[in-house]
């Protein structure tokens, strides 16, 4: 089931594998600040329990029932 927090997860991963790629074969600089908006974002979503990400995905897609049993 696609659902907003896999998608959010998904996208993480590959803005962080892009930057990693960017970091070695384009821009050294370009990559670091990509790496620390990242860094900061994941800090902001554990302090706080807010990201931006989901928050804007929620509105598209339903939220993950991980564990929940459906009736």
Do not use: N
Not at 5 to 13: E, N
Not at 37 to 44: Q, Y
């Amino acid at each position: 089931m696609i659902c907003a927090q896999r998608i959010q997860r998904l996208m993480m991963a590959i803005f962080i594998i892009a930057s990693i790629g960017v970091l070695h074969g384009y821009d050294f600089y370009i990559g670091t600040y990509m790496l620390v908006f990242m860094a900061v974002m994941l800090f902001v979503w554990a302090i706080a329990d807010f990201c931006p990400s989901i928050w804007m995905l929620r509105k598209f897609l339903p939220d993950c029932k991980f564990g929940k049993q459906s009736e």
